[in-house]
């Protein structure tokens, strides 16, 4: 099994994918709050992905760049797995990058 990532990197990801304010993606983003939505919410970008990768032709490039993306919101499926549904987390409006 791969490591866990971290909170930070959890609210980098979830930043670059959420939304809007009233997606679970913004809750973890905005507060480290992970409900049931969240998984759902990010098997849907995943999907969405996956399936532009199966319809781009437009090069290795491109390609590259959506399965980079995909193992990206994977690890932030996994933090969310580990982590299970939990309220707002002290300091996490601290975690800058």
Do not use: N
Request: glycine share 8%; hydrophobic share 35%.
């Amino acid at each position: 099994m791969s490591e866990i990532i971290s909170d930070l990197e959890a609210r980098e990801i979830s930043a670059d994918w959420h939304t809007g304010q009233w997606s679970a993606v913004y809750a973890l983003t905005s507060s480290g709050a992970i409900t049931g939505e969240i998984e759902l919410e990010v098997q849907a970008e995943v999907k969405e992905l996956t399936t532009e990768s199966e319809r781009t032709k437009t090069g290795r490039i491109r390609s590259a760049e959506i399965r980079h993306e995909v193992e990206r919101l994977q690890s932030l499926l996994a933090y969310v797995s580990h982590h299970g549904e939990r309220g707002p987390q002290d300091g996490w409006s601290g975690l800058t990058w």
